[in-house]
């Protein structure tokens, strides 16, 4: 077995995980200013759970969604409620009706809270579909 040495880096969200870490930090400090807030062995990594476990054919490291998407959960719900009542239904005909045509529709545009809560929403959807 190789052993590796981990290190995590808070500043601009970099994970460093190599048999020369350190040497790589010290160019970073050295070359681009970083300044260095944690450096051990990772726990998370933007909103993931950092977990390493001994497999069968070598050690691994992986990444968990389960604590990212409890807390996307419990944001959603903050602003709209319970999803299990919203989306406890079994069965759903269409999203929409059938006579629905979007190419005729003169709604209003969002304002910009509106539009900045749909991003963040899309945003914390992408980064569970990548986690998961």
Not at 62 to 88: C, D, H, Q, W
């Amino acid at each position: 077995m190789v052993y590796y040495e981990y290190l995590l880096v808070y500043v601009d969200d970099i994970i460093i995980i190599s048999e020369v870490a350190k040497e790589i930090l010290q160019q970073m400090k050295e070359s681009y200013g970083y300044l260095l807030k944690d450096i051990g062995e990772p726990k998370s990594y933007l909103g993931a759970d950092v977990g390493w476990q001994q497999g069968s054919y070598r050690d691994i490291w992986f990444l968990s969604p389960n604590t990212y998407v409890s807390k996307a959960i419990t944001t959603v719900e903050g602003r709209l409620g319970s999803l299990k009542t919203m989306f406890g239904r079994s069965t759903c005909n269409t999203p929409v009706p059938t006579t629905f045509h979007p190419e005729l529709d003169n709604t209003a545009f969002l304002g910009t809270d509106e539009t900045q809560l749909y991003q963040r929403y899309i945003g914390i959807l992408w980064w569970a579909v990548e986690l998961g």
